[in-house]
């Protein structure tokens, strides 16, 4: 996800997006946990997102 893209947003669209990624890792985390996956590095990219929507998201609070 590119902060371009995430920049063009409003801040409860943003907010739908973060959501939608912690439901992410938590269902990874939990595929892990039972081994019907092996993809480590997604959680790791999963929470960068997370940090990019988040970041965004306080940018434009600050701003308004």
């Given at each position: 996800?590119?902060?371009?893209?995430?920049?063009?947003?409003?801040?409860?669209?943003?907010?739908?997006?973060?959501?939608e990624?912690?439901?992410?890792?938590?269902?990874?985390?939990?595929?892990?946990?039972?081994?019907?996956?092996?993809?480590?590095?997604?959680?790791?990219?999963t929470?960068?997102?997370?940090?990019?929507?988040?970041?965004?998201?306080?940018?434009?609070?600050?701003?308004a």
């Open positions: 996800m590119k902060v371009v893209e995430l920049r063009e947003k409003s801040i409860d669209e943003l907010f739908k997006v973060a959501d990624l912690k439901i992410k890792i938590h269902q990874t985390q939990m595929e892990l946990a039972t081994n019907k996956s092996k993809n480590h590095g997604l959680i790791r990219n929470k960068k997102d997370l940090a990019r929507v988040l970041t965004v998201v306080s940018e434009k609070q600050r701003s």
